[in-house]
């Protein structure tokens, strides 16, 4: 398995304001996720950070709301710029297992996540 | 592409009792479905998984089923106990050809086992 932290584990933000959450890995991982959970909600995927290029967005996230790092293969951040009230989330970090150079996908895991609520 | 129903979205049965989450899938390059548990303020833990060589896999009291022809998995709890509360989710991913390599969700099902 991966141990995954996030920094930090919940905030309360005012409206207009960013927010950068960080997601550290025990070990080095080819892909690391990021995720929102509405509450109450499933898991809608934001992005996929690879380490040395650009992450991968899907529909309906773009990087100007959701800049995303990827310094290392232990780390990344994801910002949440310019916060409204519908940004209020769980925020999930995931990791890959999959070996260096292999497409195929291997077991999942998840960090705690982040608990962000928007006045 | 892919989209997974999950039923129920909510269960409650007496501790002791079985439990059993059904979902389905819609894409046919599917291969690999795993389970996350969800508990109050934590992140999703993968309690078992199980890809489409395989009909059935069993962990303790816990157990997943695979249909390949209806395109349905299902989690199958027994003799609960109320650790065993929590939200599931199940999910589904193509691990091979032009699939997306990603996992897509089903909406969750809240489990409540009542001592």
């Known amino acids: 398995s991966a141990v995954i932290s996030q920094k930090p584990s919940r905030d309360i933000c005012q409206r207009g304001t960013s927010l950068t959450i960080q997601c550290q890995v025990d070990s080095q991982v080819t892909m690391m996720f990021w995720y929102r959970q509405q509450p109450g909600q499933s898991l809608t995927l934001i992005a996929t950070?690879?380490?040395?290029?650009?992450?991968?967005?899907e529909s309906g996230f773009v990087i100007d709301k959701f800049p995303i790092s990827r310094p290392n293969l232990t780390f990344s951040t994801l910002t949440v710029s310019n916060m409204s009230p519908e940004d209020s989330s769980i925020y999930l970090c995931?990791?890959?297992?999959?070996?260096?150079?292999?497409?195929?996908?291997?077991?999942?895991?998840f960090g705690p996540g982040t608990r962000l609520t928007v006045l | 592409g892919e989209n997974v129903e999950q039923h129920p979205s909510t269960l409650s049965v007496q501790e002791g009792d079985s439990a059993v989450i059904k979902c389905t899938y819609s894409d046919s390059a599917s291969n690999y479905f795993p389970w996350y548990k969800q508990e109050l303020g934590k992140g999703p833990q993968l309690i078992i998984d199980?890809?489409?060589?395989?009909g059935e896999k069993k962990d303790q009291r816990i157990a997943v089923t695979l249909n390949k022809t209806a395109k349905h998995f299902s989690l199958h709890i027994t003799e609960t106990q109320p650790e065993d509360s929590a939200v599931y989710f199940c999910?589904?991913?193509?691990?091979?050809?032009?699939?997306?390599?990603?996992?897509?969700f089903g909406k969750g099902t809240k489990l409540s086992v009542i001592p």
């Open positions: 999910a589904a991913r193509a691990d091979s050809g032009a699939g997306s390599y990603q996992l897509t």
């Open positions: 995931s990791v890959d297992r999959r070996g260096r150079g292999k497409v195929a996908p291997d077991t999942q895991y």
């Open positions: 199980i890809r489409s060589n395989v």
């Open positions: 950070a690879n380490q040395g290029s650009e992450a991968t967005y």
